[in-house]
T-cell receptor, first 116, second 114 residues
Framework: GAGVSQSPRYKVAKRGQDVALRCDPISGHVSLFWYQQALGQGPEFLTYFQNEAQLDKSGLPSDRFFAERPEGSVSTLKIQRTQQEDSAVYLC??????????????FGPGTRLTVL | KNQVEQSPQSLIILEGKNCTLQCNYTVSPFSNLRWYKQDTGRGPVSLTIMTFSENTKSNGRYTATLDADTKQSSLHITASQLSDSASYICVVSDRGSTLGRLYFGRGTQLTVWP
């Protein structure tokens, strides 16, 4: 596609519900990143994939957070038993370079998650 | 601790005026520094990327500077337009780890008034 797309754009969940957030990276991009952006804050790193391999998941805040990219393209971020502190915008980015600190990352519009 | 600090937190200017946003970082070892523009409800969009050896880089009305010795960067916006209203985020990449983690500032919220 022309850019990184994410769905849904908005998600409202009741506390304790499970949610799944989808990211479609730019076609052919090797690297995929998930970030969490709380209101008024900059994005914070969650996890990084190179193709289907999850090379860094050190930013995931708890074991309730799980990400996968089984075929090296589309990725899903799953949050189990959501809590109010999980409310944030979840951004996905992709890059054609293998290194996470490489040059250009292209961001999707984000999914705004609100946990009631 | 690797940190990126931005100032001011918010800024209001009149259309046509210039402004400068500041970024200080403690990320080490340094790989590159980026400025992103984030419109409300959208993902960040890259404006400039600078490596250690680059002191300045321009992208239209946006000019970024980097002083790697003092670990400071600035983003200068010339002849501001209403569409410049957005959050400007400073992002620094390290090269200490194999994967080069990105560290984000909180952003400066710029509002341009007519």
């Amino acid at each position: 596609g022309a850019g990184v797309s994410q769905s849904p754009r908005y998600k409202v969940a009741k506390r304790g519900q499970d949610v799944a957030l989808r990211c479609d990276p730019i076609s052919g991009h090797v690297s995929l990143f998930w970030y969490q952006q709380a209101l008024g804050q900059g994005p914070e790193f969650l996890t990084y994939f190179q193709n289907e391999a999850q090379l860094d998941k050190s930013g995931l805040p708890s074991d309730r957070f799980f990400a996968e990219r089984p075929e090296g393209s589309v990725s899903t971020l799953k949050i189990q038993r959501t809590q109010q502190e999980d409310s944030a915008v979840y951004l996905c980015a992709s890059s054609s370079l293998r290194l996470a600190g490489g040059r250009e990352q292209f961001f999707g519009p984000g999914t705004r998650l609100t946990v009631l | 601790k690797n940190q990126v600090e931005q100032s001011p937190q918010s800024l209001i200017i009149l259309e046509g005026k210039n402004c400068t946003l500041q970024c200080n970082y403690t990320v080490s070892p340094f790989s590159n520094l980026r400025w992103y523009k984030q419109d409300t409800g959208r993902g960040p969009v890259s404006l400039t990327i600078m490596t250690f050896s680059e002191n300045t880089k321009s992208n239209g009305r946006y000019t970024a500077t980097l002083d790697a010795d003092t670990k400071q960067s600035s983003l200068h916006i010339t002849a501001s337009q209403l569409s410049d209203s957005a959050s400007y985020i400073c992002v620094v990449s390290d090269r200490g780890s194999t994967l080069g983690r990105l560290y984000f500032g909180r952003g400066t919220q710029l509002t341009v008034w007519p």
